[in-house]
């Protein structure tokens, strides 16, 4: 009981922090979609409605507001995750040994960088993108873009290129609790440059060359960093017995138990008697 308590008590928390940060989101919500916004501000088509002005439509009633609702829902997680994340973390770190709170702080640290790299990278090539994908319409038809697609193209795009960003780091945890080895990841490496050229492909939302190549490049590179790390790592630990050789079905020898020491021989009756030794003659 006194978990769940603790659980309960930690998830209030986690929400009222997410609340405050949808609050400070609907505050600062133009700004924001300022920021959003950009990437297709700088495509050609964003001014085909109204010249010289970036134009987005929307086609419902409710439309605007689940818009702004969305966006400060987004702003509202990323302001609280530092609530919300020291939440989750002081709740699993009491079960954890001091080698695995010493890992989790560092992969910890490690993985808040890389997804923002990931998101950064997907936010700086998107107008590219965009402007690919648009421009195979034809020369005398207009765009007509709406804000709720805009947006979940957006979302859809960072928490992709976000979350990828985090595979290696998943490789690099799963050497370390001895679950993937160094070996198996050389062996299966020609596969896994070809899967992530094939994911770029199909998890982006525009399936373009350049955002393929864009998210499958640096997975490739941070596998590379990570199989290095593997590397390192196993040559730094001691030579572990080899049973590769055996087969599934067939035990290990057992080692030979050590000879038994040798029992201690009788006294020879005709061994001289040491001196000043009564010999039992007859006085």
Not at 6 to 16: I, Q, S
Not at 105 to 127: Q, S, T
């Amino acid at each position: 009981m006194e978990h769940l308590r603790e659980l309960r008590n930690r998830l209030l928390v986690a929400v009222l922090a997410v609340v405050v940060g949808i609050i400070i989101g609907w505050i600062v919500f133009d700004p924001v979609w300022a920021f959003l916004k950009e990437p297709f501000c700088e495509t050609p088509q964003a001014q085909q409605l109204r010249v010289g002005e970036c134009t987005l439509t929307y086609g419902g009633i409710f439309q605007s507001f689940f818009l702004t609702l969305k966006v400060s829902a987004l702003v509202g997680v990323v302001v609280s995750s530092p609530v919300w994340l020291y939440q989750i973390f002081a709740f699993v770190t009491p079960a954890l040994y001091r080698t695995e709170k010493r890992y989790s702080f560092v992969f910890l640290g490690l993985a808040v960088p890389l997804f923002l790299f990931g998101a950064g990278l997907a936010y700086f090539i998107m107008d590219t993108s965009l402007a690919i994908l648009l421009g195979f319409a034809p020369s005398d038809t207009v765009a007509i873009i709406q804000i709720d697609e805009y947006l979940n193209y957006v979302l859809i795009m960072l928490v992709i290129f976000g979350v990828s960003f985090e595979l290696p780091l998943l490789l690099v945890f799963l050497n370390i609790i001895g679950v993937l080895p160094h070996a198996t990841v050389k062996k299966h490496r020609r596969t896994v440059v070809f899967v992530m050229f094939v994911f770029g492909a199909v998890i982006t939302p525009g399936g373009d060359p350049l955002t393929m190549l864009a998210l499958a490049m640096p997975m490739i590179l941070l596998y590379f960093v990570a199989e290095l790390f593997m590397f390192l790592r196993e040559r730094r630990m001691p030579a572990a017995e080899d049973f590769s050789h055996l087969s599934d079905d067939e035990a290990s020898p057992l080692a030979e138990e050590p000879p038994l020491p040798e029992a201690a021989t009788p006294l020879d009756d005709s061994a001289p008697e040491r001196p000043g030794e009564d010999s039992g003659s007859s006085r």
